[in-house]
């Protein structure tokens, strides 16, 4: 019996990002049930995102946070920037690769912030010209680090985050498990679904893990990174249940 056979799982993420999970999900025979809880939207005010696209000859590097930055970045641009590029993550990293990039900076390891300043080719950027391409809002750590280490940084705010409407929401008695990617996916789904709370959320790092635990999950498990990290986060705790994960 595949060993996610009659478990029900709700994901959370934008439908246009869904898709490989649920495909995942399904092989291990689960039932996924799509419910984003982020809608990605486009920026109310663009004049100065028009100001840097107008001037990205002159960046040494450009960051790209996820692939809806990636994504509502290359809307407007066309093509990659010319210097050198860098992403947080794998699903980052792809997204740039289906737009024609072949040398990207990726933390081997941690897909984060944190990672990506722990790369060599970060360490002397003293003097360098970098921006970062996110959605409004975004962490200011990697700003900060970049900033702190003598480089010039501009955040070129690409896209907005709204809560979905009109989606009708599964009853509890259909879930038992929710996957979330972000701090700000978990925080929607608390105000989405109250009674979600209840469930076990896999959380693909210790930092969503917090902010699910500060918002009153008590079952939060942190998988590895990725889609595949999920999935197998998900099977290790119906196949060996709680204690699996201390």
Known sequence: MPPLSGISVLVTRPIHQAGKLMEILAGLGGHAVPFPVIEIGDILDDTHLKSIIGHLSEYDLAVFVSPNAVQKAMERIGKLPEGM????????????????????????????????????????????????????????????????????????????RLIPVAQTPPGEEDIQAVTATSGESVRNLCEMLGWIRNKPIFVPHGRIGKIAQDLGFHRVVVTESGDEGLAEGLVKWFEFGESAHG
């Open 85 to 160: 590029l860098a992403a947080i993550g794998n699903a980052t990293l792809s997204a740039l690769q289906a737009c024609g990039a072949r040398h990207v900076l990726v933390p081997e390891a941690r897909y984060d912030s944190e990672g990506l300043l722990e790369l060599p080719e970060m360490q002397a950027v003293e003097g360098k010209q970098i921006v970062i391409f996110r959605g409004e809002g975004g962490r200011e750590l990697l700003g900060e680090a970049l900033s702190s280490r003598g480089a010039s940084v501009d955040y070129a705010e690409c896209y907005r």
